[in-house]
């Protein structure tokens, strides 16, 4: 089974600042590894697909890079609707997820 | 538009049994799989197990396989999770989600809770 660690576990920035949230994977999963938002009482959201394809409807802001094994989420400048928890999730063998990386309002 | 209805809260016993539903619309589901995906209290997102809306072909994750049975009714297009002996360590949070081919969720049930408590 492919294990995602998510770093770091929270992060807390003000609104306008740049976020760099990591997901790595215990084997190569190529660039199949997509990011989600999770808002409170609320499901999933998909954010970004194929590493770096953004969802439709996801704003400029959100961008995914990375393959092999080493992926990043950067949020460029935090809107107050950006605090969330974000969850990576690999789907190039089968499906895991990481454990999230909680975004919060310093 | 493509929409996953989830059946609504439940409260159980430990060792009762249980059954949720997750209905498709807008899209063929029996071309498409189903997947469900576990979140239990304050935690993180767990992979459950996927199965194809058309022929049935299920699989689990190692940590839920034996655990739960994962059916489909391609009849009234719904997909189910369900258990014969609940236990205390099942209250959680349920999606079902639909991947695009058996990649990226990019639809998602509105959550089921269930909650196992004597």
């Known amino acids: 089974e492919i294990v995602l660690t998510q770093s770091p576990g929270t992060l807390s920035l003000s609104p306008g600042e740049r976020a760099t949230l990591s997901c790595r994977a215990s084997?190569?999963?190529?660039?199949?590894l997509a990011w989600y938002q999770q808002k409170p009482g609320q499901a999933p959201r998909l954010l970004i697909y194929g590493a770096s394809t953004r969802a439709t409807g996801i704003p400029a802001r959100f961008s995914g890079s990375g393959s092999g094994t080493e992926f990043t989420l950067t949020i460029s400048s935090l809107q107050s609707e950006d605090f969330a928890v974000y969850f990576c999730h690999q789907y190039n063998n089968w499906h895991t997820f990481g454990l999230g990386t909680k975004l919060e309002i310093k | 538009e493509v929409q996953l209805v989830q059946s609504g809260a439940e409260v159980k016993k430990p060792g009762e049994s249980l059954k949720i539903s997750c209905k498709g619309s807008g899209y063929r589901f029996t071309s498409s799989w189903i997947g469900w995906v576990r979140q239990m209290p304050g935690k993180g997102l767990e992979w459950m197990g996927i199965i194809h809306g058309g022929d049935s072909d299920t699989k689990y994750s190692p940590s839920f396989q034996g655990q739960v049975t994962i059916s489909v009714d391609k009849s009234i297009s719904t997909a189910y999770l369900q258990w014969s002996s609940l236990k205390a360590s099942d209250t959680a949070i349920y999606y079902c989600?639909?991947?695009?081919?058996?990649?990226?969720?990019?639809?998602w049930g509105q959550g089921t809770l269930v909650t196992v408590s004597s």
């Open positions: 084997q190569s999963i190529s660039s199949n």
């Open positions: 989600a639909r991947p695009r081919g058996r990649d990226y969720f990019d639809d």
